[in-house]
C-alpha cells in the first residue's frame, strides 16, 4: 500500500497546537473528548474551561513565552489538561516522568529550571525540594480555580507561532547523558495535519492513548474523535489491555512493536474476539520486523498496521502502511 500524496502547502495556517484543539471546540463543543482512566467524560467545552482557568492561573504564577511549564503525573485527564493549559500561556511544556529515579529528575529540573510544575499528591516528595512553585491538580482543582478565578481579571490571550517552542523532552541517554531536546510547534502541526489528511478519522473512531502520550493525545482531539486514556496499571497488562480494548470498543491505537508482541505471545488471550473494533494499529518507537507484520496481519487482516517510524522528540515520520 503506498502512502497518499497531500497537499501541505497550507498548513501553517492552521496555527499552534492548542489552536488545532481550540478550532475543534468551536465545532464539537457538546462532544466527548476524553474518558478519563476512572471512566468520567469531559466534554470539548468543557476541556476548554479547565484549560482556560488553568493558564490563567499559570500565567498569574509567572509563567509564559520562553518559559517552560513542568508537568509530573500519571496519564490522566489533568495532564491533558495541562499540556493545554501551558501552551496556552505561549509557554513550553515538559514531561518530567514519574518513573524517572530522583537523581534524573533532580538533574533535569536544573538543567531547565521551569518556572512551575503542575503534578498531584502523590508526586510531591519527588519535586518539593526543588523549590520551584508547584500546582496542585489534585481532587478539587478544578473548582478551586474555579473559585480563585473570580477574584482576578482573565489574563489576554497571547499569541504564539509555528517557530516558538512547544515542548522540550529529554533523551533517553544511552549514549551518554539526557539531553533536552527543544521542539517548536512546526512540527508537531505538520506531522498532525499529514496525518489527518493522508489517513483521516472515519465514522464512530476512539482512540486510545498511552503509549507517547504527550505526542499522541492532542491528535484525535484536533480532529473532534474521543481520546480514552489507558491506565499505566492496564498498558502493560495483556488481559487487562486487551479487556480495556474490548471494552471501549477502541478502533486506533499506537503501540511499540514490544508491547503488541507481548499481547500475542500471551497465552489464553482471543485476539480476534478483544481486538475486532481494531481499525487501525500503528507502531512507534522501536523497529517493526517482518515477522510480526505478517503475524498480526494473519490473526487481524481486518487491521491496517502503519509503521510510523520516527524521532517523538521532533515528530520526524518515515511512514509505511501495510494491508
Given at each position: 500500500?503506498?502512502?497518499p500524496?497531500?497537499?501541505?502547502s497550507?498548513?501553517?495556517?492552521?496555527?499552534?497546537?492548542?489552536?488545532?484543539?481550540?478550532?475543534?471546540?468551536?465545532?464539537?463543543?457538546k462532544?466527548v473528548?476524553?474518558i478519563?482512566?476512572?471512566?468520567?467524560?469531559?466534554t470539548f467545552?468543557?476541556?476548554?474551561?479547565?484549560?482556560?482557568?488553568?493558564?490563567?492561573k499559570?500565567?498569574?504564577?509567572?509563567?509564559?513565552?520562553?518559559?517552560?511549564?513542568?508537568?509530573?503525573?500519571?496519564?490522566?485527564?489533568?495532564?491533558?489538561?495541562?499540556?493545554?493549559?501551558?501552551?496556552?500561556?505561549?509557554?513550553?511544556?515538559?514531561p518530567?516522568?514519574v518513573?524517572?529515579?530522583?537523581?534524573l529528575?533532580d538533574?533535569?529540573?536544573?538543567?531547565?529550571?521551569?518556572?512551575v510544575?503542575?503534578?498531584k499528591?502523590?508526586?510531591y516528595?519527588?519535586?518539593?525540594?526543588?523549590?520551584?512553585?508547584?500546582?496542585?491538580?489534585?481532587?478539587?482543582?478544578?473548582?478551586?480555580?474555579?473559585k480563585?478565578?473570580?477574584s482576578?481579571?482573565?489574563?489576554?490571550?497571547?499569541?504564539?507561532?509555528?517557530?516558538?517552542?512547544?515542548?522540550i523532552?529529554y533523551?533517553?541517554?544511552?549514549?551518554?547523558?539526557?539531553?533536552?531536546?527543544?521542539?517548536?510547534?512546526?512540527?508537531?502541526?505538520?506531522s498532525?495535519?499529514?496525518?489527518?489528511?493522508?489517513?483521516?478519522?472515519?465514522?464512530?473512531?476512539?482512540?486510545?492513548?498511552?503509549?507517547?502520550?504527550?505526542?499522541?493525545?492532542?491528535?484525535?482531539?484536533?480532529?473532534?474523535?474521543?481520546?480514552?486514556?489507558?491506565?499505566?496499571?492496564v498498558?502493560?497488562?495483556?488481559?487487562?489491555?486487551?479487556?480495556?480494548?474490548?471494552r471501549?470498543?477502541?478502533?486506533?491505537?499506537?503501540?511499540?512493536p514490544?508491547?503488541?508482541?507481548?499481547l500475542?505471545?500471551?497465552?489464553?488471550?482471543?485476539?480476534?474476539?478483544s481486538?475486532?473494533?481494531?481499525?487501525?494499529?500503528?507502531?512507534?518507537?522501536?523497529?517493526?520486523?517482518?515477522?510480526?507484520?505478517?503475524?498480526?496481519?494473519?490473526?487481524?487482516?481486518?487491521?491496517?498496521?502503519?509503521?510510523?517510524?520516527?524521532?517523538?522528540?521532533c515528530?520526524?515520520?518515515?511512514n509505511?502502511?501495510?494491508?
Amino acid at each position: 500500500m503506498s502512502t497518499p500524496i497531500v497537499d501541505m502547502s497550507a498548513y501553517d495556517q492552521l496555527g499552534c497546537l492548542h489552536d488545532l484543539f481550540t478550532q475543534q471546540v468551536l465545532r464539537t463543543p457538546k462532544k466527548v473528548a476524553v474518558i478519563n482512566c476512572d471512566g468520567s467524560q469531559t466534554t470539548f467545552e468543557e476541556l476548554e474551561e479547565m484549560t482556560n482557568l488553568l493558564a490563567n492561573k499559570l500565567l498569574r504564577c509567572g509563567l509564559g513565552k520562553l518559559k517552560v511549564g513542568g508537568i509530573l503525573m500519571e496519564r490522566c485527564l489533568e495532564y491533558t489538561v495541562a499540556y493545554i493549559g501551558i501552551l496556552k500561556t505561549g509557554a513550553a511544556y515538559m514531561p518530567v516522568e514519574v518513573s524517572w529515579p530522583a537523581p534524573l529528575t533532580d538533574s533535569v529540573l536544573q538543567d531547565v529550571c521551569p518556572s512551575v510544575i503542575c503534578t498531584k499528591d502523590a508526586f510531591y516528595d519527588k519535586v518539593k525540594h526543588s523549590g520551584i512553585p508547584l500546582i496542585n491538580m489534585s481532587g478539587n482543582w478544578f473548582e478551586n480555580l474555579k473559585k480563585e478565578q473570580l477574584s482576578f481579571p482573565l489574563v489576554p490571550s497571547v499569541k504564539t507561532s509555528l517557530d516558538d517552542t512547544a515542548y522540550i523532552v529529554y533523551s533517553s541517554g544511552t549514549t551518554g547523558k539526557p539531553k533536552g531536546i527543544v521542539c517548536p510547534h512546526r512540527g508537531a502541526v505538520f506531522s498532525y495535519t499529514w496525518r489527518h489528511l493522508a489517513y483521516p478519522y472515519q465514522d464512530n473512531d476512539r482512540e486510545a492513548c498511552n503509549v507517547f502520550f504527550v505526542w499522541e493525545m492532542l491528535r484525535p482531539l484536533a480532529k473532534g474523535v474521543p481520546m480514552y486514556i489507558i491506565p499505566d496499571d492496564v498498558i502493560y497488562d495483556p488481559p487487562k489491555l486487551v479487556d480495556f480494548l474490548h471494552r471501549h470498543k477502541i478502533t486506533r491505537m499506537l503501540f511499540t512493536p514490544s508491547l503488541l508482541q507481548a499481547l500475542l505471545e500471551f497465552r489464553g488471550l482471543d485476539l480476534k474476539l478483544s481486538l475486532k473494533y481494531l481499525r487501525q494499529i500503528i507502531y512507534c518507537g522501536e523497529v517493526v520486523t517482518s515477522v510480526l507484520r505478517d503475524k498480526v496481519a494473519a490473526l487481524l487482516p481486518w487491521v491496517q498496521q502503519l509503521n510510523l517510524y520516527s524521532i517523538s522528540e521532533c515528530h520526524d515520520v518515515a511512514n509505511a502502511g501495510v494491508l
